[in-house]
């Protein structure tokens, strides 16, 4: 099956703790994100990169990182300088234009910090 | 950034009947997206329409563009419970390279069977 996955489901971490959120995708699209979404939000863009080996910061980059050493692995890292990093996060991609292709979008994640 | 302001915020229908939902944006656009998420989930892709398009159907899907007022609308006729989920418009831009790519707060639209 093609598609983008997301691990796991559910997460849940202490208080200053990093926790990494995977991301695969076996699309072959050159372009992946990384959003947040808080209840009753729209979706934050937190990173974005177009090629293996670059991303860009998004609207909310602060408190996270990421790599894209693999076309097809975009992980996420939550790091403890997240003020409040509790929230469902999704990962997308989409073929390599930006914005003029529809973007595919995981299940999510659902990270719990206490 | 792209990013659409979708109108309502919610809205409430019985199934059966169609639900009409708007999103204004602000810049030039080569496309316009809308999207579904149902709770609890990622986004689907719905539908895609190209600036020099003005109506596009998919299914129990309509849509329009205006890009000389900057807004669409998506249309679903005969609408069932199964719809029930949250709808969110995305313009994007006329520009390759990178794009901060974004999404607004969406429509919430409830069927009640």
């Known amino acids: 099956d093609g598609g983008i996955t997301q691990s796991p489901k559910y997460l849940f971490r202490k208080e200053g703790q990093n926790v990494t959120l995977s991301c695969e995708q076996n699309?072959?699209?050159?372009?992946m994100y990384w959003y947040r979404q808080d209840p009753g939000q729209g979706l934050r863009l937190i990173y974005y990169s177009q090629i293996v080996n670059d991303f860009q910061k998004g609207d909310i980059a602060e408190g996270y990182s990421v790599s894209r050493e693999k076309k097809e692995s975009f992980p996420l890292t939550v790091t403890s300088a997240q003020k409040n990093p509790t929230a469902f996060y999704l990962c997308a991609s989409s073929m390599w234009s930006m914005g003029q292709y529809e973007q595919y979008f995981g299940p999510g994640t659902r990270l719990t910090v206490t | 950034s792209q990013q659409g302001e979708e109108d309502p915020q919610a809205l409430s229908i019985q199934e059966g009947e169609n639900a009409t939902m708007n999103c204004s944006y602000k810049t030039s656009i080569n496309n316009l997206q809308w999207y579904r998420q149902n709770s609890g989930r990622g986004l689907v892709h719905l539908i895609l329409i190209r600036s020099n398009e003005r109506e596009k159907h998919s299914g129990r899907l309509r849509v329009t563009l205006d890009t000389s007022k900057k807004s669409s609308s998506l249309l679903i006729t005969a609408s069932r419970a199964a719809d029930t989920a949250s709808y969110f418009c995305?313009?994007?831009?006329?520009?390759?390279?990178?794009?901060?790519?974004?999404f607004g707060i969406g429509t919430k639209l409830q069927v009640i069977p």
């Open positions: 995305a313009p994007r831009g006329d520009s390759g390279g990178y794009q901060k790519v974004t």
């Open positions: 699309l072959n699209h050159d372009a």
